[in-house]
Nanobody
């Protein structure tokens, strides 16, 4: 059974940092394309960052230069380092996994219907 469990969310002031982690079980995360998505109140869920098998990453324009996605091979986990947080980053953050992964733009998609497995989410609240 595949499970994705996010942690690390919380409340922080603008300009602060948080590190989100997604523990993956039931599949070997190194072989899968992984991503972070978020849903702000009253808005649709959107892609934040994705990573392919080679470690190539893709970021939403709104988080470029502030967020960093990476794999923790030792823990079979996905990490999202978030710096310089803004109030508009307030959202529920989800990690997701899609099929067996390769390298290149095809594997960095933000299309949510391509992701088979989803976590329950972790809340991030940024106050001004």
């Amino acid at each position: 059974q595949v499970q994705l469990v996010e942690s690390g969310g919380g409340s922080v002031q603008a300009g602060g940092s948080l590190t989100l982690s997604c523990a993956v079980s039931g599949l070997f995360s190194m072989k899968y394309c992984l991503g972070w998505f978020r849903q702000a109140p009253g808005k649709e869920r959107e892609g934040v960052a994705t990573i392919d098998r080679s470690g190539t990453t893709r970021y939403a324009d709104s988080v470029k230069g502030r967020f960093s996605i990476s794999r923790d091979y030792a823990k079979n986990a996905l990490v999202l380092q978030m710096n310089s947080l803004k109030p508009e980053d307030t959202a529920m953050f989800y990690c997701a996994a899609r099929g067996l992964c390769g390298s290149g733009s095809t594997y960095l998609s933000f299309l949510q219907n391509e992701y088979y497995y989803w976590g329950q989410g972790t809340q991030v609240t940024v106050s001004s």
